[in-house]
């Protein structure tokens, strides 16, 4: 008895490598069509939900910055260390904190040029021979990147009245005219005690999560 299998055609074998080849191809393409609708919810559904999220945290940093500026002009009213609106504050109560900052920077304008140009003036006129008097004073005018050090202006501005000199008066006022206050965000953060008593913020980015 014969057990050997009939040899198969050229064209039959072409023919199965065909379907096998057919059959790999549509197993590809239902597994490209199943993740791309898996990706495709998950995209949607995903976004969606960050949308939602963002919206209501968009909400709450509104809400916290108008209860926290209010909370801030009451503040001022009785406090004088925030009576001109520069001062950070922080406010607790129980085992929740707020913390309130302000960021910005000091800056004068063109006239601390020429307020410059007065109280050189009054320094060389009036303390030729006077070295040490006249550095500490030309001191004070000193700039950082460029900017006069405010620091260094309000010792100038507490000299005011030592002198009765035109130059000086004048220089100190436009130097006082030319200040100004830059602010460039606000930023309020918050906190909750632990068991161990400190103080850990809550989080509100994934990062810190």
Known sequence: MNNESPRRSIAEIKKELEEAEFLER???????????????????????????????????????????????????????????????????????????KKQGRPTFDEKSTEA??????FVTSKFENDDDVKDLIISLLERKNGEFDINLIQKLYKMEDRFDDANWKQGIKLMKESY??????DYVTFEQKGKDGNWKQIPLSFSNI
Do not use: M, P
């Open 116 to 121: 410059e140009g007065f109280i050189k003036d």
């Open 26 to 100: 549509k197993e590809a393409y239902t597994k490209r069509l199943n993740y791309e609708s898996i990706k495709n919810t998950a995209v949607t559904e995903l976004c969606n939900k960050a949308l939602q999220l963002s919206n209501s945290i968009a909400s709450f940093k509104k809400e916290s910055f108008e209860e926290i500026n209010a909370l801030h002009e009451i503040l001022k009213d009785y406090s004088q260390r925030h009576a001109n609106g520069l001062g950070n504050f922080r406010v607790h109560y129980g085992n929740f904190r707020v913390n309130y």
């Open 180 to 185: 100004s206050y830059e602010f460039s965000k």
